[in-house]
């Protein structure tokens, strides 16, 4: 009788798990439909590691299992949009699609993980999903890889171009001693959020460039200057710009005074970049002209609030805007802020 007692409230424990399931579950053939339309967002739940040795085109990597999870999502995912989530087995997937649902995501979890999804010879990269490519004027390709905060990779004709670069910030890291050496570094300023002696060094080989202000380089012993106004030719085809990057808020006029710290427009086979280092809405963006396109920052008290980010970008008026240096704001409005004015918000993992 004890058994059947135990049994009994089992079942019952599993139609009540049953019942309050808030996703939906699909087979592969459903999942790889669903991930064809536009309004769905794609995110792989598995480590950082595990996304690398091989994941489904297009997918966003956000660990189930860190303590920010939702916050991640959250900052990275639009209003409106659906998520389809996965992970090896589908057992992680299952635990991220209850916390979205919970959340007020519609989701839906892809049965068997990854593993049902190569069982049935559905392809998978090892590409950066979060990459981004375009075509020059000229028809050479520019790679744009978010790596952490307001650290960027850029490939070009070859050339490896590192803006910001910083190994850890918080519990995210990014592991320079495992990519390719740099052929050109760019520092904005010397908060530890955007320099990084160790990861300078890393990426550091005989003929690397680095480009920065006088504070930086006064603190590494090497290094060529830029200040607000000057320009340079770095190679045929390539050529920067240091532009203002500073504070207009009253009480945050400390964080980033004006003239000390740089923006960087880059010049690259006709495309126009602009990195905006830590900076708020200011005068000098007026400017700014011709951008292809943009990386904003967008957390106060340091830089941007959202309203002054949608303000920098009318002014600015670049083809893709990139929010980053976002920490914990609330980023997911920004494309439908800026909809209406034509520019493509593109959110990726900048937090």
Known sequence: MKKYFTFLLALLGLNTACS??????????GFATLIQQADVVVIDVRT????????????INSDVNESDFLTKVSGLVPAGKRIAVYCRSGRRSANAAGKLADAGYNVTNLKGGILAWQKEKMAVTTDDAS????TTPNGKTVGIYPLLHASIRIVYDGKEI???????LGNR???????????????????????DRAA???????????????????????????????????????????VPAYNITEGHLQFHPKGRDNGFILT???????????????????????????????NQPYTMTTSQFVNAARTIKPRIVFPYHFGQTDISGLPAQLKADGIDVRLRPFD
């Open 20 to 29: 309050q399931q808030n996703y939906e579950n699909t087979d592969v053939n």
């Open 48 to 59: 950082a590691k595990e996304f690398a040795e091989g994941h489904i085109s297009g997918a």
């Open 131 to 134: 990459s981004d490519t375009f």
């Open 162 to 168: 590192e803006i910001d670069p910083v190994g850890k």
């Open 173 to 195: 890291t990014t592991d320079y001693a495992s990519m390719p050496k740099a052929d050109y570094i760019f520092v904005t300023h010397e908060h530890g959020d955007h320099f």
């Open 200 to 242: 300078i060094q890393q990426l550091t080989a005989n003929g690397t460039r680095l480009i920065t202000n006088r504070r930086c380089a006064d603190m590494l012993g090497y290094g060529e200057v830029m200040s607000n106004g000057d320009q340079l030719t770095i190679t045929d085809g390539f050529s920067v710009e240091a």
């Open 268 to 298: 690259i086979d006709g495309m126009r970049i602009y990195i905006a280092g830590d900076t708020e809405d200011i005068p000098e963006m007026a400017n700014i002209k011709d951008i292809d396109i943009a990386f904003l920052p967008c």
